[in-house]
């Protein structure tokens, strides 16, 4: 299974993003998909997920901010980043939870900058 993501970069504070995440191999079927981050020096953290049936969870900081979105015909998982601050600069990391395996992957990460 591999996970190829884009859209990664560099965007003024205010501006916007939108990751994607594209997954393809011997996949059955995925159950939770998810997009974390690291920011240099931290931990790595949960930003957003989504269920198979479409429920979502974010976290308190990107609330009303970022929205994700699952497309389950293509196996896909976006990430509509809004009104970005400095604070959201990281690496992020698409990862997904295959359904019948129950075997976790990760994508390689994208840098997202964000200038103040």
């Known amino acids: 299974v591999q996970l190829v993501e884009s859209g990664g970069g560099l965007v003024q504070a205010g501006g916007s993003l939108r990751l994607s995440c594209a997954a393809s191999?011997?996949?059955?079927?995925?159950?939770?998909m998810a997009w974390y981050r690291q920011a240099p020096g931290n931990e790595r953290e949960l930003v957003a997920s989504?269920?198979?049936?479409?429920?979502?969870d974010y976290s308190d900081s990107v609330k009303g901010r970022f929205t994700i979105s699952r497309d389950n015909a293509k196996n896909t998982v976006n990430l509509q980043m809004n009104d970005l601050n400095p604070e959201d600069t990281a690496v992020y990391y698409c990862h997904i939870g295959e359904l019948l395996s129950g075997v976790d992957y990760w994508g390689k990460g994208l840098l997202v900058t964000v200038s103040s």
């Open positions: 989504i269920t198979r049936s479409g429920s979502t």
């Open positions: 191999g011997s996949i059955f079927g995925i159950n939770r």
